[in-house]
Structure formats: C-alpha cells, structure tokens
C-alpha cells in the first residue's frame, strides 16, 4: 500500500473471485496503471509527483488498516476499507466545514455505499439465510428477478463494484484535500503542473479557493459540485459503471437506491422515473438537482446538528 495503486485499484478480475489472474475488472486483485504522470522533480517533493507525495501523506495519515496479503484483497478488507473511507471524509470535512463541502457529502455517501456493500455481501458471500431480508433494499431488484437470475454471484458483483468506485474515488481526489489543507491552492496547482490531474480539477479547486477568499459561498458549492461532477463523469463511470461484470445490475438496483443525505429520501428512480443509475446523465440529474440541494440546505439550515451528524460517522 506504500504508494496508493494497492488500495486505490485492486481490481477483482473478471471470471471469478480466486484473487489471482486476469486484466480486467475492479475487485480483488488487479492493480490499473498509476494516475500519476511521470516522475517530476518539483520543490519539496524530490522524484516524487506531488499527486504521489500527498497520497502517500493522505494514506499514512488515514488508512491506518494493513490488509494481511498485500497482492490481495478479501471482503473482510474491503470493509475495513470502506469504513476508514467513510471516517477519513468525515474527518476532512470537520477541518474546513466552509470549504470542504464535497468531502462532507462524500462521508454520507461512503457510508451509504458501506449498507449496500453489506446487503450485497449477504447475497453474495453470506449463509443463505439473509438472502431474502426485506431490508435489502440495494439488492432488491436482485432478489425481485429485476437482475435475472439470483444468485451468490450477483452479489459478489455488486460488492465488489460499490468497494470498487469507494476506494476509486478516495484515491483519486481525497489526497487534494490533504494537498489544499496543508497547502493551499498552490499545491493544487503544481499537481496539475506535474500532470496528476487535468486541468476542470485545478479550475474546481480554483472557484473554491476564490470563493473562500473573496467569501462568496455560491462560488464555494459551485467549485465542489464541480468535483462532484468529475468525480462521477470520468472516475466512476467508466471504470464502475461501464464495467462489463456489473453492466446489466445496474438498471436492477435502479428503484431501490436510496439518497445518502440525512432527511432526504427521494430514491434515485422516484426523482427519474424509470432511470438507470448507470446513465450518467440520469443520475447525475438526481445527484445535481435534488441530492446536492438536500445536502446544501441540511448545512445551511443547521450547522450544529450536520456536523454532529458527521462526526458520527468519524
């Protein structure tokens, strides 16, 4: 886990769960290429990129879990994972509540994400018992026959697709948090410089630092929901979303995910009827027009209990 490919990527390989083999997938044991360009040397970060000097700094500071076998990764890591995730945006988000509103948000959805990774387990690794849990309601499709035939399978899928786009996500934007908290948009920007990220990221992060300095807190939402945006478009989407092991689940779990933002309970297809969250444009129309709103006025409404809400979640 030293320099981030082992917790951000390990991917399980399409055909099975053995956690060997293969070159495709997002689950167990597969590690994508880097993010990071090529080795520049930059003040203060030696033959390092700065994307990879400040994941490295995020991941010493923050995943403090140490799976047993570093070529593998087993549900019970993924867990694990997925709540040090959760905690670490919580964390995040309680340092600068004015600034850091995507990482706020994300805390709810990580943990969000965590239900429907352990309803997924139940289908997919459990005893059998749990299977028909009314409870289940990221899975319901599955169970219905909204995904075709049920079975063990199906759930090891979408478990493994959801730890998937949770450790994704974390590896890709969380380190620019650490990044802007310790130093300001000019880490930021000698990021982008080094070709750790593309240029709309260093524009989002931009709208944030300006609205933070001029105290336009519009320009602040704006910056991260540009983010958000990102974040959904071109990390989740094609590596998650479009993933050809998990492709048709999908449109199944459509009716029955839920918002992960406290208070707000319009599910995804109730906002988009007949949606398919894996359409980026349906569900990014539920995410933008109905989900970041809730989160924006639960904030802007009560301070005191949002950020109790997500200590909790610490």
Do not use: C
Request: charged share 20%; proline share 5%.
């Amino acid at each position: 886990m030293g320099d981030g490919q082992g917790y951000s990527g390990s991917q399980q390989p399409s055909g099975g769960y053995s956690g060997s083999g293969g070159t495709t997938g997002y689950g167990q044991s597969q590690n994508p290429p880097s993010p990071y360009g090529a080795s520049v040397v930059l003040a203060g970060y030696g033959e390092k990129t700065p994307g990879q000097y400040w994941l490295e700094k995020a991941l010493a500071e923050f995943i403090t879990y140490k799976r047993q076998d570093p070529d593998n990764i087993t549900d019970y890591d993924a867990k694990q994972y997925n709540l040090q995730v959760t905690s670490s945006y919580a964390k995040m988000y309680l340092t600068k509540p004015a600034l850091f509103k995507w990482a706020g948000m994300a805390a709810f959805a990580s943990h969000e994400v965590g239900r429907g990774m352990q309803q997924a387990w139940q289908l997919g690794f459990g005893t059998g018992t749990e299977m028909y849990n009314p409870a289940l309601t990221w899975i319901g499709g599955l169970i219905t026959g909204r995904g075709g035939d049920v079975g063990p399978m199906m759930g090891k899928l979408l478990f493994w697709a959801l730890s998937g786009g949770n450790r994704l996500v974390w590896a890709d934007i969380f380190w620019q948090h650490v990044a802007y908290r310790d130093a300001g948009l000019r880490a930021i920007q000698e990021a982008q410089k080094a070709g750790d990220i593309p240029q709309r990221v260093l524009d989002a992060w931009t709208t944030i630092d300006s609205g933070s300095r001029k105290k336009e807190t519009d320009a602040v939402w704006d910056g991260n929901a540009l983010l958000l945006m990102y974040e959904q478009q071109e990390i989740l989407q094609p590596k998650i979303y479009e993933a050809a092991e998990v492709k048709d689940l999908w449109k199944a779990i459509s009716p029955d995910v839920p918002s992960p933002i406290p208070g707000h309970t319009v599910k995804f297809t109730e906002y988009v009827p007949n949606g398919n969250i894996r359409v980026f444009a349906d569900r990014w129309k539920w995410i933008f027009e109905s989900m970041l709103p809730a989160w924006r006025n639960l904030e802007s409404s009560d301070l005191d209990r949002t950020e109790k809400l997500v200590k909790a979640l610490k």
